[in-house]
């Protein structure tokens, strides 16, 4: 993410040309679906810069909810405020989750195929949004 | 190598790396504020979901065209349909730009200040007519679900 040619005025703001996040393994995480046959390298690169919003959306909002309450580390507590804020974050999020009551079905969620070695992290997500519920 | 090893080492490589992720997380903190270790794994976590999400519906759209590929236009669709539409504009100026450094850098290097025909605001311009079009397809698309948008603009980068 960086600012080039600034010299004309500066109007420009940071935007992820070069996104940070390696494509290739996001690619490779995408193709842990086995719904998943082929993408197109440039609609990976599309995900790879959404995937670096959204995590600089959960980092920021996340921040906020810290300063508001005038500490200086983000807790896990904190971060599950900041989620909550947003509704589309919070849906999918908790959505999944595999049983949970809250689920309302979405009409387009894709196959909901879980990948084994992505289990791992749904389940911490599962048990740290329970935890709240 | 040890079996504990392998099965560690696959499960790194299916998820994102932790220092970049970092490095970003910090970039949009204010200097003084830290993250606790298991909430940015949870972070790290949450980001991965998010790429199975878009890329689940971004396939959804993609079979309901009949292609075989996920293409761009699948993606922002996604985007879209999944309440996260205000990433729309940013990530598809990020691709239309890297479109045009990689049509440069076909050319086998040459620097020029134009690309192909084109100047910087014919570029400018054909982007936004790009934006338009794609707007156009996807507020003529099939059934948008409801989804809130609490920020009527993007203001993700400050």
Same mark, same amino acid.
């Given at each position: 993410?960086?600012?080039?040619?600034?010299?004309? #005025? #500066?109007?420009?703001?940071?935007?992820?040309?070069?996104?940070?996040?390696?494509?290739?393994?996001?690619?490779?995480?995408?193709?842990?679906?086995?719904?998943?046959?082929?993408?197109?390298?440039?609609?990976?690169?599309?995900?790879? !810069?959404?995937?670096?919003?959204?995590?600089?959306?959960?980092? @920021?909002?996340?921040?906020?909810?810290?300063? @508001?309450?005038?500490?200086?580390?983000?807790?896990?507590?904190?971060?599950?405020?900041?989620?909550?804020?947003?509704?589309?974050?919070?849906?999918?999020?908790?959505?999944?989750?595999?049983?949970?009551? @809250?689920?309302?079905?979405?009409?387009?969620?894709?196959?909901?195929?879980?990948?084994?070695? #992505?289990?791992?992290?749904?389940?911490?997500?599962?048990?740290?949004?329970?935890? !709240?519920? | 190598?040890?079996?504990?090893?392998?099965?560690?080492?696959?499960?790194?490589?299916?998820?994102?790396?932790?220092?970049?992720?970092?490095?970003?997380?910090?970039?949009?903190?204010?200097?003084?504020?830290?993250?606790?270790?298991?909430?940015?794994?949870?972070?790290?976590?949450?980001?991965?979901?998010?790429?199975?999400?878009?890329?689940?519906?971004?396939?959804?759209?993609?079979?309901?065209?009949?292609?075989?590929?996920?293409?761009?236009?699948?993606?922002?669709?996604?985007?879209?349909?999944?309440?996260?539409?205000?990433?729309?504009?940013?990530?598809?100026?990020?691709?239309?730009?890297?479109?045009?450094?990689?049509?440069?850098?076909?050319?086998?290097?040459?620097?020029?200040?134009?690309?192909?025909?084109?100047?910087?605001?014919?570029?400018?311009?054909?982007?936004?007519?790009?934006?338009?079009?794609?707007?156009?397809?996807?507020?003529?698309?099939?059934?948008?679900?409801?989804?809130?948008?609490?920020?009527?603009?993007?203001?993700?980068?400050?």
């Amino acid at each position: 993410m960086t600012t080039e040619h600034d010299e004309d #005025g #500066g109007a420009t703001t940071e935007e992820p040309h070069h996104p940070s996040l390696p494509i290739s393994r996001i690619k490779r995480i995408m193709k842990l679906d086995k719904d998943i046959n082929k993408v197109n390298s440039e609609a990976a690169f599309l995900i790879t !810069c959404s995937t670096e919003l959204f995590l600089q959306f959960l980092a @920021e909002r996340s921040a906020q909810v810290v300063l @508001e309450r005038k500490k200086k580390t983000i807790k896990l507590d904190h971060f599950r405020v900041a989620v909550k804020q947003h509704q589309p974050t919070n849906d999918f999020l908790l959505d999944c989750l595999p049983n949970n009551s @809250e689920v309302v079905p979405k009409e387009s969620r894709g196959s909901g195929s879980k990948k084994d070695v #992505g289990a791992s992290g749904s389940k911490k997500i599962e048990a740290f949004f329970n935890k !709240c519920s | 190598m040890d079996p504990a090893d392998i099965v560690e080492r696959i499960k790194e490589d299916a998820s994102l790396p932790k220092a970049s992720m970092t490095k970003i997380i910090k970039e949009m903190l204010p200097p003084d504020v830290r993250v606790a270790r298991d909430a940015q794994d949870l972070i790290i976590d949450c980001c991965v979901e998010f790429i199975n999400l878009i890329s689940s519906e971004s396939n959804e759209v993609c079979s309901r065209e009949e292609r075989k590929t996920i293409a761009p236009e699948h993606v922002l669709k996604a985007l879209q349909v999944l309440g996260f539409g205000e990433y729309i504009e940013e990530v598809y100026t990020a691709y239309e730009q890297h479109k045009l450094e990689t049509m440069d850098s076909v050319r086998g290097g040459v620097r020029l200040n134009s690309v192909a025909e084109m100047t910087e605001e014919q570029a400018l311009a054909e982007q936004q007519r790009m934006f338009a079009e794609a707007r156009a397809r996807m507020n003529g698309g099939t059934s948008v679900p409801t989804q809130t948008d609490p920020e009527p603009e993007p203001s993700l980068n400050s």
